[in-house]
């Protein structure tokens, strides 16, 4: 789950945006590091693409297409996360959570010692998605949210089910049924 535009650090534009399968990846980048990351998508229009023009840039685009052929591919890429000690733990056990599993937000929150809201409110912070992987916890009895996912037109539980699918961890719709 990618910072929302209200709480990602500063209005600058996007040093790239990103066309992959799923959709499209706003990315933010210092000389030498991923600082966040987020889903384009809700009612603002469409960022247009825009090339990866540094080497690190480059590098993620290659490494996302990499894992979007091949989901067992892990992204290795120095980031710069921003955030509390508890977050910051949160998100190195998401990268523990192998592709192609899930974990619900309680049975991790159980490992770290804390609350499943605590968690969850961990996952919808996580500036790197979806290399830090927040798509594979889900609720105790579905999918759950997704990047506080309040978009009407559920765009952000579509790329959840996307990334899952492409992983293995949900099965593929079945042919000519409509995908809730």
């Known amino acids: ?86 977050q910051r733990r949160v998100w190195t056990a998401l990268c523990d959570i192998p592709a192609g599993r899930t974990r619900s937000y309680g049975e991790l929150a159980r490992e770290l010692g804390s609350a499943a809201r605590a968690v969850g409110q961990a996952c919808a912070a996580n500036p790197f998605a979806p290399l830090v992987p927040c798509h594979r916890v889900i609720g105790a009895a579905g999918l759950g949210g997704f990047a506080h996912s309040t978009d009407a037109a559920g765009e952000l539980l579509r790329i959840k089910r996307w990334l899952l699918r492409h992983e293995g961890a949900l099965p593929a719709p079945a042919q000519g049924l409509f995908d809730a």
């Not at 990846?25 to 809700?42: H, I, K, N, P, Q």
């Open 1 to 86: 789950m990618s910072m929302s535009p209200s709480s990602r650090p500063g209005p600058e534009p996007w040093d790239a945006v990103l066309e992959l399968p799923f959709g499209r990846l706003g990315v933010r980048c210092s000389a030498d590091a991923l600082l966040y990351t987020e889903y384009l998508v809700g009612p603002e229009p469409p960022a247009t693409a825009a090339p990866a023009r540094t080497p690190l840039l480059r590098e993620l685009q290659a490494q996302l297409q990499a894992y979007c052929r091949d989901p067992r591919l892990r992204p290795d890429l120095p980031l710069a996360p921003r955030g509390s000690d508890f």
